[in-house]
């Protein structure tokens, strides 16, 4: 067997009762919360128990999301599963980076509080929506969002999917761009144009907080979104970056399988990226794990 690899949940995948069971089973977890719910007030109430609404409002899913997706790691690597690399789609990142130990954990929720909070304003400032589109290649699409002016693509997903970000006075027509040339387009649950360039506001925004934290090089590889490439000691740069820049989420798997990676867990909620890494590595041996249940399913398959 090769490598094992934790991916971290992204924004859109959020649901109330994500992480309780890991609350309710693990001490380690548990104080993590409890500290979490002193800095914010209201996070453990809206992670259990949260409206779809509510969590769809990025400065709640955030922070929500960042526990969710650290609770399923940590409960995970503390049952005999530890990974030798990570990833995070684009929220996930923030996670995976607290997991490598590039800053204390409460460190990272304050920066997901932070960055849903920024990202928030500058969505509410430059109202725009984002849509999956499928069925059509990347070059295709790339073409068509040039002739809009406020479309972009800006999430690699996989083979045959790339998110699109569109300004809301041109989001209809884009929808009929994309159906005209036999594409298929699906809104993505979350609530703004996210890493374009509606988000370079929040990307500064972000700059002058980051700086406040102590950041350091990760202990074990984290794939940066930005890059594809593992993090180095540039951690705040690659972080900003992100925020408003293209996610390469294909090339970052794929990368992770020229460094010996097979097999991959999705932690944090659902079952998006283990989807998505099926499509993009058909013979890796993906899992995910949102809950005690699905963890004990993937010890016992990989016989921890």
């Not at 949940?9 to 977890?29: H, I, N």
């Not at 993505?188 to 929040?202: D, K, L, T």
Request: aromatic fraction near 8%; proline fraction near 5%; include cysteine.
């Amino acid at each position: 067997m090769g490598k094992i690899a934790f991916v971290f949940s992204g924004q859109g995948a959020q649901k109330a009762g994500m992480g309780r069971t890991f609350y309710e089973a693990a001490e380690t977890v548990r104080r993590l919360f409890d500290d979490a719910e002193k800095i914010r007030k209201g996070t453990l109430r809206q992670c259990f128990t949260g409206t779809a609404e509510e969590l769809k409002e990025t400065q709640n899913t955030q922070p929500c999301l960042y526990l969710a997706d650290l609770a399923a790691a940590i409960a995970l690597s503390e049952a005999g599963v530890m990974p030798a690399g990570v990833a995070g789609f684009s929220l996930g990142e923030l996670p995976a980076l607290a997991f490598a130990e590039a800053y204390d954990p409460l460190d990272g929720f304050r920066l997901a509080c932070v960055r849903g909070e920024v990202m928030a304003k500058a969505a509410a400032e430059h109202p725009a929506s984002m849509v999956a589109v499928m069925k059509l290649e990347n070059e295709r699409i790339e073409g068509i969002c040039k002739q809009f002016r406020q479309v972009y693509p800006v999430n690699y997903n996989a083979p045959g999917q790339l998110v699109t970000a569109a300004a809301k006075e041109e989001a209809d027509d884009f929808y009929k761009a994309i159906r005209e040339a036999g594409g298929r387009g699906m809104p993505v649950a979350v609530g703004g144009g996210f890493h374009s360039p509606f988000m370079e506001e929040a990307a500064k925004a972000f700059a002058s907080e980051i700086r406040k934290f102590p950041l350091r090089q990760p202990r074990i590889p984290v794939y940066s979104n930005y890059t594809a490439e593992p993090y180095d000691e540039n951690v705040a740069a690659l972080m900003i970056n992100q925020i408003d820049h293209s996610l390469r989420w294909q090339e970052s798997i794929e990368r992770m399988a020229e460094d010996g990676f097979d097999t991959f867990i999705e932690v944090g909620v659902g079952d998006t990226l283990k989807k998505l890494i099926r499509r993009i590595l058909p013979d890796a041996r993906v899992y995910s794990v949102s809950n005690t249940e699905e963890m004990e399913k993937v010890k016992e398959e990989l016989g921890c």
